[in-house]
């Protein structure tokens, strides 16, 4: 499974980016859970927000009221509205993916390269 995400880039705070990610490659099954998690330079991985088949959805406290995910099952892509950024923000931004419904992003099976986003005036 591929996983390619995009939409990231430098925006200053208070201004919206949507992130993209497509995931391909998938012969067999189905990938039932998605999501995105973040890593910001000299920090661990953090969990942003997944989604699964079923319409459940998780966000991280940091994201609530800020960030939207949504997910198109048929096309296997999954999107994150992110309003007011702020620069605490700033981190790559990974997609992941599963066969399983489950929501911890972090522990997901397939992970994709990152898309760059960054917040400063």
């Known amino acids: 499974v591929q996983l390619q995400a995009s939409g990231g880039g430098l925006v200053q705070p208070g201004a919206s980016l949507r992130l993209s990610c497509a995931a391909s490659g998938r012969s067999y099954g189905a990938l039932n859970a998605m999501g995105w998690y973040r890593q910001a330079p000299g920090k661990g991985r953090e969990m942003v927000a997944g989604?699964?088949?079923?319409?459940?959805?998780t966000t991280a406290a940091f994201g609530r009221g800020r960030f939207t995910i949504s997910r198109d099952s048929a096309k296997n892509t999954v999107d994150l509205q992110m309003n007011n950024l702020k620069p605490e923000d700033t981190a790559v931004y990974y997609c992941?993916?599963?066969?399983?419904?489950?929501?911890?992003?972090?522990?997901?099976?397939?992970r994709g390269q990152g898309t760059q986003v960054t917040v400063s005036s």
């Open positions: 989604i699964n088949n079923g319409g459940t959805k």
């Open positions: 992941a993916a599963d066969e399983g419904y489950g929501l911890d992003v972090l522990v997901y099976k397939f």
